[in-house]
C-alpha cells in the first residue's frame, strides 16, 4: 500500500499522452489482463512499459535468460554444497556489479537494495520484499527451492553486497527464505 508522500509524488509525475494502434487480439487481451488485476488499461500499459525501460531492456543486453523453477532446481539439484556455493559466489560478484554500473552508472546501498528487489522479482527467484531505514537495509527472500536454493541464494547476495557495497552483510536463512540486512 502507497503511504500518502508516494501518492503525492506520483500524482506530481508528468505525463504525456501518446497514441498506438495495436493488435485487435492484442488490445482485447489487455483489457481482460487489466480487468483481472482491477486497474485501467492506462495503468497496465503504463507498468509494462516501465518495466521495458526500468529493467528488461537491460536484462536482454545481458542476455539474461527466463527458467522455470523445476529447470533451475534441476540444475542446483546435481551440484554438490561446495560446487553449488562456488558458482552462486563467481555469480554473485561479478554480474550484479556489471549490471549495476551498467544501468545506474554509479555503485550505493540505495542502487544494490534496488537491483536485489528488481532482479528476484523479475527473474521469479521469489516473493521479495525490502525495508529501509536511515541506518540499514534489509531484504527478504521467500522462494520455493528448498534448502540448495537457500543455500545458493544466501551465497549469491554475500557475495553480490561484498563485491559491490565492499560491506558485510548479516544473513539468516531458512528451508525456504534468506534475509539479509547490511548498512547503509
Known amino acids: 500500500m502507497l503511504n500518502p508522500t508516494e501518492i503525492i509524488q506520483m500524482n506530481k509525475k508528468k505525463t504525456s499522452t501518446i497514441t498506438f494502434r495495436i493488435d485487435e487480439d492484442n488490445s482485447k487481451k489487455l483489457r481482460n489482463i487489466a480487468e483481472d488485476k482491477n486497474v485501467s ?9 516501465g518495466n521495458y525501460v526500468q529493467l528488461e531492456r537491460y536484462m536482454e543486453k545481458f542476455g539474461v535468460l527466463m527458467m522455470s523453477h523445476d529447470a533451475f532446481s534441476s540444475i542446483i539439484d546435481v551440484l554438490d554444497e561446495k560446487q553449488l556455493i562456488q558458482l552462486a ?15 545506474w552508472k554509479d555503485m550505493n546501498s540505495e542502487m544494490v537494495s534496488d537491483f536485489i528487489k528488481m532482479y528476484f522479482e523479475h527473474c521469479g527467484y521469489g516473493t521479495c520484499d525490502l525495508e529501509k531505514t536511515e541506518s540499514d537495509i534489509a531484504v527478504s527472500i521467500h522462494h520455493q527451492l528448498g534448502k540448495k536454493g537457500t543455500i545458493f541464494l544466501k551465497t549469491f547476495l554475500e557475495s553480490l553486497i561484498q563485491s559491490t557495497l565492499e560491506k558485510s552483510c548479516k544473513i539468516i536463512t531458512a528451508e525456504n527464505s534468506v534475509t539479509i540486512r547490511f548498512s547503509q
Not at 41 to 49: R, V
Request: glycine share 4%; charged share 20%; net charge positive.
Open 89 to 103: 559466489s563467481s555469480i554473485g560478484s561479478k554480474e550484479p556489479k556489471e549490471f549495476i554500473l551498467f544501468k
Open 41 to 49: 488499461l492506462n495503468t497496465l500499459a503504463n507498468q509494462i512499459l
